[in-house]
């Protein structure tokens, strides 16, 4: 069945510095998600990317797809304390939108 | 603001009991989603359903299964819990994409089943 990895499972940074997460599926993607979960909290919607090749940002997030819609990156500039948390990709397939989860980069920021 | 809604945050059940789980969403969303969580494993589907009555597995279905009677409310059963089905279980629920709108996910608040 579809996959959908997810590096680095855990990233330790001190406060500005960058961070990256990759996201990589076995199949090629309808659209893909990226989600935040705080610490005991429940995973909570970021973006949503569609086209191939496509790039948006949200402030100091800046969010790709990949040009054969299989990969997607979320990258975060000088890291703040309250970027910690878990954050997840999802590849939607099919035409119900059944989300596949990777498995996470936890993040944790230093002061 | 979508609300979706799981009956227990916390459960503690015995080996072998059958155990349900409920999820309710209020925003007339067609797809419902059970996930568990485990650390390390991310979130791990077990069923998917795109309409009422309709379902389909996702990757780890063995020993549940589940119910979609209504529109708004999606339950997942265990139906002999075991002591590895210990787990935070998270619902969700979307819009399908062939509405052409937004289809993220909204998560309810997790119910973590402690199986003793």
């Known amino acids: 069945g579809q996959q959908v990895m997810q590096i680095p499972q855990y990233q330790h940074v001190q406060e500005g510095e960058d961070f990256t997460t990759y996201c990589n599926s076995s199949t090629t993607l309808s659209n893909i998600q990226w989600y935040k979960q705080r610490p005991g909290g429940h995973p909570v919607f970021l973006i949503q990317l569609v086209k191939s090749g496509e790039v948006k940002k949200q402030k100091r997030l800046t969010f790709q797809f990949g040009e054969a819609k299989k990969n997607s990156s979320l990258h975060i500039t000088a890291t703040q304390t309250t970027d910690v948390g878990t954050y997840f990709c999802?590849?939607?397939?099919?035409?119900?939108?059944?989300?596949?989860f990777g498995a996470g980069t936890r993040l944790a920021v230093h002061p | 603001d979508v609300k979706v809604t799981q009956s227990s945050r916390y459960l503690v059940k015995r080996t072998g009991e059958k155990v349900f789980l409920e999820c309710v969403q209020d925003m007339d969303h067609e797809n419902m989603f059970w996930y568990r969580q485990d650390p390390g494993l991310g979130l791990r589907l077990i069923y998917f359903?795109?309409?009422?009555?309709?379902?389909e597995k996702g990757d780890i279905p063995e020993g549940y299964s589940v119910s979609r009677e209504k529109k708004e409310r999606f339950s997942l059963i265990l139906e002999s819990a075991s002591t590895n089905q210990t787990s935070m279980y998270l619902c969700?629920?979307?819009?399908?994409?062939?509405?052409?709108?937004?289809?993220?996910?909204?998560f309810g608040q997790g119910t973590r089943l402690t199986v003793v």
């Open positions: 999802a590849g939607g397939a099919g035409g119900y939108n059944k989300l596949i």
């Open positions: 969700a629920s979307s819009l399908p994409r062939e509405q052409l709108l937004r289809t993220e996910a909204f």
């Open positions: 359903s795109y309409d009422v009555k309709m379902k």
